[in-house]
Nanobody, 122 residues
Framework: QVQLVESGGGLVQPGGSLRLSCAAS?????VGWFRQAPGKEREFIAA????????HYADSMKGRFTISRNNAKNTVYLQMANLKSEDTAVYYC??????????????????WGQGTQVTVST
């Protein structure tokens, strides 16, 4: 069982940046970032395969969000730039239980973190 812990969330002004971290108890397979705003469905952001050979982004996230990983630290990052109020949500990382591509589907992910709140506001 892989434990995932997100960190790096907080309050940021519009136009600002944040880097979220997802620390795993062991080297995870494919890792995805998702978010869920109040009253909305969970939304895929980006995913990265185990060796970081493949990444995939939701079309709406391209250009502002960057996923990366440091396998020496068992950590996956989500760099977020030019944040907008509509980015306010709880952000989750998740990992698959075996080798898979950079899936966009939440059902493909077995292990989930507890989430970290990101609030974009003045």
């Amino acid at each position: 069982q892989v434990q995932l812990v997100e960190s790096g969330g907080g309050l940021v002004q519009p136009g600002g940046s944040l880097r979220l971290s997802c620390a795993a108890s062991e080297r995870p397979f494919t890792v995805g970032w998702f978010r869920q705003a109040p009253g909305k469905e969970r939304e895929f952001i980006a995913a990265i395969t185990r060796a970081a050979t493949n990444t995939h982004y939701a079309d709406s996230m391209k250009g502002r969000f960057t996923i990366s990983r440091n396998n020496a630290k068992n950590t996956v990052y989500l760099q977020m730039a030019n944040l907008k109020s509509e980015d306010t949500a709880v952000y989750y990382c998740a990992s698959t239980s075996d080798y898979q591509g950079a899936s966009v589907a939440s059902w493909a992910y077995t292990y989930w973190g507890q989430g970290t709140q990101v609030t974009v506001s003045t």
